[in-house]
């Protein structure tokens, strides 16, 4: 037997992280069940926690059948079971969406410590996504403690990512932590002064608000959270698609501001989990 027949059927390199992957994505699509709720209370002021899952159009009660991610939505044929009225695809789609996303952390981070805070960041912008494309809002509920926990996430695990020239120079002599805190808050200030300051040169050239606060709010969050290349990133991804996707709308509805139609958080959202999770490689192949 050769070295290679040894590698090859390891269990550590091939049977274990598959079924680690598909226990990820399965935890994924129960959190994703919960983001659900927050996704559809929070904007109504409602609480998260009482009372249990109910039909929003006729109120009864979920039994336990009713509330199998993705899987009660296709048994049930996206219909409530008492009164038959269509169920948001909503639903599934981010069951969906958060299961793959855990299974694509799992990969990026592995068994470390970085591991639960991605978590809790993706399902954080997973549920910004949602509200924004729905109220066009990103409430302060979430990106408050977004960003004290970006914070408290670059302090516990410290993450010198786009700081390394710094860390090298000025503050050689600093702790990880201390230099991590410093790489957080200039993220903050990249991400969330950046969109202010677009925001503020368009209100003065065109004399209407085009950058709301809570994208502002967001980015404060994202920046802290992914440092200030990956943010630099994030921005660049998101006004790229925001703009391809704005401009096609507005040829085919006839509009001429894609300010109406376009909340931006999607579009900054689905490009901060890009950046966190593909984000290094992306910066390395275009420096390279
Ligand atoms: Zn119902």
């Given at each position: 037997m050769d070295q290679g027949f040894f590698q090859l059927s390891n269990p550590e390199n091939t049977l274990l992280p598959s079924a680690s992957f598909a226990v990820a994505a399965i935890f994924g699509a129960i959190i994703g069940s919960f983001l659900n709720v927050v996704i559809h209370r929070l904007p109504l002021g409602e609480?998260?926690?009482?009372?249990?899952?109910?039909?929003?159009?006729?109120d009864a009660k979920l039994g336990i059948f009713d509330n199998i991610p993705i899987l009660s939505y296709l048994i049930l044929w996206g219909?409530?079971?008492?009164?038959r009225m269509p169920i948001s695809p909503r639903y599934p789609a981010v069951e969906l969406l958060t299961a793959i996303l855990y299974a694509f952390v799992f990969r990026h981070d592995?068994?470390?410590?970085a591991l639960p805070f991605d978590l809790v960041f993706v399902s954080a912008v997973v549920v910004l996504i949602f509200i924004d494309a729905e109220h066009m809002i990103l409430p302060n509920a979430i990106t408050y403690p977004g960003l004290a926990f970006a914070v408290l996430a670059r302090l516990l695990v410290p993450n010198l990512d786009g700081l390394g020239l710094l860390h090298e120079g000025a503050?050689?002599?600093?702790p990880l932590e201390a230099v991590s805190l410093v790489g957080a808050i200039f993220g903050a200030l990249v991400g969330g002064g950046s969109l202010w300051l677009t925001g503020w040169i368009w209100e003065r050239l065109?004399?209407?608000?085009?950058?709301g606060l809570g994208d502002v709010k967001m980015m404060l969050m994202v920046g802290a959270y992914l440092g200030w290349p990956r943010t630099v990133l994030t921005i660049f991804l998101a006004v790229l698609t925001g703009s391809l996707v704005g401009i096609l709308l507005m040829l085919r509805?006839?509009?001429?501001?894609m300010q109406m139609l376009l909340p931006f958080g999607i579009f900054l959202g689905l490009a901060a989990i890009i950046s966190l999770l593909v984000g290094e490689t992306i910066i390395a192949w275009y420096l390279g």
């Open positions: 609480s998260i926690i009482f009372p249990a899952s109910h039909c929003p159009s006729c219909r409530c079971r008492a009164c592995g068994w470390t410590l503050l050689a002599l600093w065109r004399g209407v608000e085009a950058m509805r006839g509009e001429r501001d």
